[in-house]
T-cell receptor
């Protein structure tokens, strides 16, 4: 199946700093990628849809100025958590559709801990 | 009503048992359906697609009922390694995926 690489796997940072998470499709071109957040024992929550070459579409309640998404190429999308706070601590996962446009393949996730 | 609803968990079953999960969706225009498996603190992984005719992959059988807007997953002969959270995923008309909350399965010896 398609491979999606996500880095870093985990990050610990101080409150107020910014953290960048990368998501790459390794063997296919992804015009659309999705960014999710998951709190412990809760479901995946879609944060935004990242579209190559255009602005991301954010879900209601997600601050676009805090969660900056850039999808500059067909194989790379980045999520930057700006001025991180402890309540931003969560598991962040990206995903991309394969060539059929139906199936989703996920990155391995990033566990963010803000102190 | 949530767009995708799943059975509340956890399901706690002995090895060898047969267990079934249900999922209902509200968008009648939904195009495609999937079951994903997620282990703790890991990314979801595609388990199987769900087709109207029903489909089987080894011990796993998925069914779709479009009239009732209902999807199911049946696991036969449960193994310890089947312990995980099973996520129902529905693609809407624009192929935006919507996830169910997930159903936790615990298989014990």
């Amino acid at each position: 199946g398609a491979v999606v690489s996500q880095h870093p796997s985990w990050v610990i940072c101080k409150s107020g700093t910014s953290v960048k998470i990368e998501c790459r499709s390794l063997d296919f071109q992804a015009t659309t990628m999705f960014w999710y957040r998951q709190f412990p024992k809760q479901s995946l929550m879609l944060m935004a849809t990242s579209n190559e070459g255009s602005k991301a579409t954010y879900e209601q309640g997600v601050e676009k100025d805090k969660f900056l998404i850039n999808h500059a190429s067909l194989t790379l999308s980045t999520l930057t958590v700006t001025s991180a706070h402890p309540e931003d601590s969560s598991f962040y996962i990206c995903s991309a559709r394969d060539g059929t446009g139906e199936k989703l393949f996920f990155g391995s996730g990033t566990q963010l801990s803000v102190l | 009503r949530k767009e995708v609803e799943q059975d509340p968990g956890p399901f706690n079953v002995p090895e060898g048992a047969t267990v079934a999960f249900n999922c209902t969706y509200s968008n009648s225009a939904s195009q495609s359906f999937f079951w994903y498996r997620q282990d703790c603190r890991k990314e979801p992984k595609l388990l199987m697609s769900v087709y109207s005719s029903g489909n089987e992959d080894g011990r796993f059988t998925a069914q779709l009922n479009r009239a009732s807007q209902y999807i199911s997953l049946l696991i036969r002969d449960s193994k310890l390694s089947d312990s995980a959270t099973y996520l129902c995923v529905v693609n809407g008309g624009s192929y935006i995926p919507t996830f169910g909350r997930g159903t936790s399965l615990i298989v014990h010896p």
